[in-house]
Structure formats: structure tokens, C-alpha cells
């Protein structure tokens, strides 16, 4: 947490370039706090990440990265540290096979004497343990698991997840770090991605009562949910199911039918939101937030694309129809489309980010990136394809992301609280600080206060949350925003709106709410770049351009108060240099053209959802 104040400045469009004032996210009067963290990190025990070298990380050593602590790479055995530490983590290695190759490399014995222990541990020491990985993944493409159902046993399973839930318990340290218990569940039909991340509240005592729900258990999400429910109940705790790459699914994450290809019914909505009120939607394989094909009005719509499928084979057949289910922006749209048909919206999520790091380092920065996984840990290693001959390098990843969270503190029971509420927020890596509220009572002057959050708090509703009624009038929305302190000036911040029009069907718009000074209209309607001060020969930037912070108070010009509607903030910074421009820059090698020199950093505040008639 920034320990300093932050003072905010109001300009309605216009904001003046002015000095980063001192900030303090700890907002007066007990409001929340701004903490940051990685829900989506995975060591050794992941069995992907220890078949492509990270052969002896733990949890532990996770933790200890997060927390600010040196540590070695996993491949090139260098020293490493994290910039600026994060406040919370999720260690969340796949249920499936936990540690089962890193104990078969090790001569485990009970897991050496399983036909896979036998298969990973040949193929191993033979020095191919990319074909484990693919063994593994035709496997479950093709729903065929025969050979791991062995592994899937409590005996085996029990002795990593007493490691995992050890180490949560030694890392965690209410008030100052969060050492989250969880694990991701990997169901990957056909090459789509449907995984889930679990996080819980429970210590170890609560978590040592169960064993990790896999996709060796179920494929169905629906299944997961049950599961999530019974263990919830029988053991007295709570479990969040955070979704992520949506953007890899083929639009299965956020479909318009079930399972078993039915149509989505309220009680499929009402459990769906009831376990998934958050999902991840930038990270290492992409950015979700939308894709220039749904938004084609967007003009930062065209984002850190990542063109491969969970199996590395490129995903050569994007078309609108079927990305519709594959991004945050449309399931959005989905999802108040279900609601206007059954009564419920599945889809009401708040947006996060985070990394699905494989090195074991929640790393986003881009000047201090390790990599998807552990042989990505140098500039000269990035070049290698380990998978196929048309599989992703190093440079085709994203050094993304974050996840914000307004808590009432630093604890595993708040920071719950908040993913509940979706008071949360996504980053791209920066730590851009964001408050959106909506409201009927906001006003121009609330932007002028000592304490113009506390005040929009005490009026409105802050991002999460629901807004209904109004006499027929347009809700008021206020932003607030400031730069990352030790990184770039702000662009703009956007308030993206997406609705239901009169006859039902999905319209989006995105509105520029507040920009930096020396913009001019373009003759498209549109305001001109903010500018590119990255030099590509030394890969560095100057903060000459852009704003430290910008604020907005607006009222939607459009409204209907018969329509669907939800709304979200964008904040984009200036562009600054990619993690790929550092790299070339120490090879001394020129740029290649498959990826741009430069970037803008962004943040999503999750939406504010109006609904007619309540």
C-alpha cells in the first residue's frame, strides 16, 4: 500500500499535465484500501510448468518472491526480485497430477510404480518431457485419462496439499501479506480453455478436512459448482471460482447453453453467479476484455491478441460468432441478454487480473518479465518453441497482470469480501490507481471535495454494485484515477456502457470521459493521440506527455431507463516499452515486426449494472 495521500483533481475533459500528487489509498472515514495481488501463480507442483524447467520451486518460493524477498530463476539460476512487492497470492498449481512429475524425476516410489510415473519418468530421462505434456493434453482433449485416473487417488494426492496448505499457513500475515489457499481446475475440452482458479478463505486446519476438485473428477463446470457447494457447507468455509482466458475458450467460457447444450436456465444463473463473481480477464495469454472483431468501433480494442489455442496450436478460425463467448465485454452483453430471458444474469462479474506465471514469479512488470514459463527466463531462450513448430515464443506472451481489490483490510476474510462484492479491479501490470461509483445524487462539485471518494461512496454505489430506479433519469458516474508512481503518466480514462436495446439486442459504446491536456478532434469525431515518447533504440520513455492523474463526473447523454445497462471505466496510460522491445534492445537485434515496440498499460474497473424496474 502507497503510504502517502492522494489529492484529486477535477477536470471534466480537459485535464492540465501536473506533478504526481502524494496518495495514500487508505481512504479517511474506513473506507478500503487499495491492495494489489496475483490470484493465478504456479510453481514445480504444476505439472506443465515442471515439464518445461521449473524443476524446483514451491509454494514457498512463490511466496517468498511475492512478498519482495530475493530468489533464484528456476532455468538460468540468476538472482530475481520483484520490484514492488505485492500485498496478496494465490499459489494455485493444477489439481490435476500435483507434483506427480517433479516426484517421478525425483525417484518418488509411489508414484514411480503408476504406468504414468513410469511413462514421465522414461520420457524424462530421455530428455523429452514435451511429450509428457502433449500425452497429457491429448488425453484430456479427447477426454481419455486413463492413464492418470491412477493418480487421482487420496494417498497420493494428500501429501503435495499438506505442502501447499503448510506453506499458505507459515506465508500469511494479517494486516501486512495474504497467503491465499487455492488451485486451479483445468478442464480443457477439445483444446478450449474452461479453467477455473479456486480460492478459499480457510487455513489449513479447514482445508486439510478435503482434497483439491479436478477435472479428473468432472469436466463440468456445473459439477465443479456442486462440489463448491457441498465442501462449502460440510466444512464451514467459502470458495470463489475465478474463471480466466476466456479469450483461448472458442466462446465456451461464457456460452449461451450448459453443458449439455442446453439453454441456460435461472437456476443455472443463480449458481453460476453465486460462484463466480469475479473473472480474470488479462494475463500472460492475453488480453479478454474484447477483440477488435466484436468491437470494431473500438480503436483500443486490438489488444495483446494471443493467436494460439491452451495446446499451442494456433487459433487460425477467430470469427465474431465465435469469439461472442470468448470475451469479458460481450459475455457482459450475454449475460444481461440471459437476464432479460430467465429472470437471472450468469454472467455478473467483476473483472480482475493476474498472471498464470509458470516460473513460479508473479512477475507483470515489463522491465522485469521471467516469462510464461521457466525456459522463457532469458532474451535468447524467448526464441525457442518448445511445442510444435507453429507454438508460441516468449515475445508472443504479455507481462499482464493484476488484481486490484478495495478491502476493509489485509486479511484472507476481506479480501474475500471484496472478490464477493467485485469491488475489484484488473490491471494489465501497472499499478493505476481507480475508483468508479455511480449515482443519482453525484455531482461536479463531489470531484472538488477534500474527499471526493468517501463522499461518491456515501452517494452512490461503488464498482460491483447495482444501481435501479431514478425516476426515469440518467445515473451520474465518477472517476477517479492516478498513475502508477513509479510508472507512466495517464492517456485517458473511458467509460465503456453496454446495453439492451428496444428490441433486445447488444449495443456497446465507449466514451472518453477525461483526457490529457493538447488534444484536438479528429475529423472522425474522435480526440487525437496523446503521443509516443518510447525511444525503440534504448527502450526507455519520458513522462513529457500524458497526465499523473485524471477524474471525470459524466452522465450517460443516451440513456433509456427501459434498457439493460452496465458500465465500466477504462484507463489507459502512454504508451512505454514492451517487455519484447527490452529484450532486443539487449540482444542487439532489431525489433520483429510480429510484435509492437510499445504498449499502453491499462486498467478495467469491474462494471456498475443498471436494471429497469427495481
Known amino acids: 500500500m502507497l503510504n502517502r495521500k492522494i489529492k484529486w483533481i477535477h477536470r471534466l475533459v480537459w485535464v492540465a499535465l501536473s506533478p504526481l500528487l502524494p496518495i495514500n489509498m487508505a481512504v479517511a472515514n474506513g473506507s478500503p484500501e487499495l491492495l494489489w495481488g496475483d490470484t493465478h501463480l504456479h510453481t514445480s507442483y504444476s505439472f506443465d510448468a515442471f515439464l518445461f524447467n521449473n524443476r524446483d520451486t514451491t509454494p514457498d518460493t512463490a511466496y517468498r518472491y511475492a512478498k519482495g524477498l530475493p530468489v533464484l530463476h528456476p532455468m538460468h539460476r540468476g538472482r530475481i526480485q520483484i520490484e514492488t512487492p505485492l500485498d496478496f497470492l494465490v499459489v494455485s498449481d493444477h489439481a490435476e497430477i500435483t507434483a506427480v512429475p517433479l516426484r517421478a524425476f525425483t525417484g518418488d516410489a509411489q508414484v514411480g510404480a503408476t504406468e504414468f510415473g513410469r511413462f514421465a519418468s522414461e520420457r524424462i530421462a530421455a530428455g523429452e518431457p514435451g511429450d509428457v505434456f502433449k500425452a497429457l493434453v491429448a488425453a484430456a482433449n479427447g477426454g481419455d485419462m486413463a492413464m492418470v485416473t491412477e493418480l487421482n487417488q487420496p494417498e497420493i494426492r494428500r501429501s503435495p496439499w499438506q505442502d501447499i496448505l503448510t506453506a499458505a499457513d507459515r506465508h500469511n500475515q494479517p494486516g501486512v501479506f495474504t497467503a491465499f489457499i487455492g488451485w486451479e481446475w483445468s478442464s480443457t475440452p477439445d483444446g478450449a480453455n474452461l479453467h477455473r482458479i479456486l480460492v478459499t478463505d480457510g487455513d489449513r486446519a479447514n482445508a486439510s478436512q478435503y482434497l483439491p476438485y479436478s477435472s479428473l473428477d ?7 459448482w456442486a462440489w463448491l457447494a457441498a465442501t462449502a457447507e460440510a466444512h464451514d468455509t467459502r470458495f470463489v471460482s475465478i474463471p480466466h482466458n476466456m479469450n483461448i475458450s472458442k466462446g465456451l467460457m461464457f456460452d449461451s447453453v450448459d ?9 443455472y444463473a443463480t449458481t453460476r453467479a453465486r460462484w463466480e463473481p469475479i473473472a480474470e480477464v488479462t494475463q500472460i495469454k492475453g488480453d479478454s476484455e474484447t477483440h477488435p472483431l466484436l468491437s470494431p468501433n473500438d480503436e483500443f480494442a486490438d489488444f495483446e491478441r494471443y ?15 465465435i469469439e461472442v463467448g470468448a470475451y469479458a465485454r460481450s459475455a457482459l452483453l450475454r449475460g444481461l441478454q440471459i437476464e432479460q430471458s430467465v429472470g437471472v444474469n450468469p454472467f455478473k462479474f467483476g473483472m480482475i487480473g493476474s498472471t498464470d506465471s509458470h516460473t513460479t514469479m508473479a512477475s507483470a512488470e515489463e522491465t522485469n518479465f521471467h516469462g510464461k514459463m521457466a525456459f522463457d527466463g532469458t532474451p535468447e531462450s524467448k526464441a525457442a518453441n518448445r511445442i510444435g513448430h507453429d507454438g508460441a515464443l516468449g515475445w508472443d506472451y504479455s507481462a499482464s497482470g493484476l488484481t486490484a481489490v478495495w478491502a476493509a483490510e489485509n486479511s484472507r476474510g476481506a479480501i474475500l469480501d471484496a472478490f464477493q462484492r467485485k469491488e475489484v479491479y484488473a490491471t494489465t501490470g501497472s499499478r493505476i490507481a481507480l475508483q468508479f461509483f455511480g449515482g443519482w445524487s453525484l455531482t461536479e462539485a463531489d470531484l472538488a471535495a477534500a474527499d471526493p471518494a468517501a463522499r461518491a461512496r456515501a452517494k452512490g454505489v461503488a464498482m460491483g454494485g447495482d444501481l435501479s430506479g431514478g425516476n426515469g433519469t440518467a445515473p451520474r458516474f465518477m472517476v477517479l484515477a492516478a498513475r502508477d508512481a513509479n510508472g507512466a503518466n495517464l492517456d485517458r480514462i473511458q467509460i465503456v456502457k453496454g446495453w439492451l436495446n428496444r428490441a433486445g439486442e447488444p449495443q456497446e459504446q465507449v466514451f472518453d470521459v477525461a483526457l490529457s491536456a493538447d ?6 469525431g474522435g480526440w487525437t493521440a496523446v503521443g509516443n515518447t518510447v525511444d525503440i533504440d534504448t527502450a526507455s520513455y519520458t513522462n513529457d506527455i500524458g497526465a499523473a492523474q485524471l477524474s471525470a463526473h459524466w452522465q450517460d447523454p443516451d440513456f433509456d431507463p427501459a434498457q439493460r445497462a452496465f458500465y465500466y471505466a477504462r484507463v489507459l496510460e502512454i504508451p512505454t516499452p514492451r517487455h519484447s522491445l527490452y529484450d532486443f534492445v539487449a540482444l542487439q537485434q532489431p525489433h520483429p515486426d510480429s510484435q509492437p515496440t510499445s504498449i499502453q498499460e491499462r486498467a478495467y474497473s469491474s462494471p456498475i449494472w443498471y436494471t429497469p424496474g427495481r
Open 307 to 321: 493467436r494460439f489455442l491452451l495446446d499451442t496450436r494456433p487459433d487460425t478460425n477467430h470469427t465474431a460468432p
Open 259 to 267: 453443458s449439455d447444450g442446453a439453454a441456460i436456465s435461472a437456476d
Open 218 to 224: 468432472s469436466q463440468r463446470p456445473e459439477d465443479l
Open 519 to 524: 488534444r484536438g478532434k479528429r475529423s472522425d
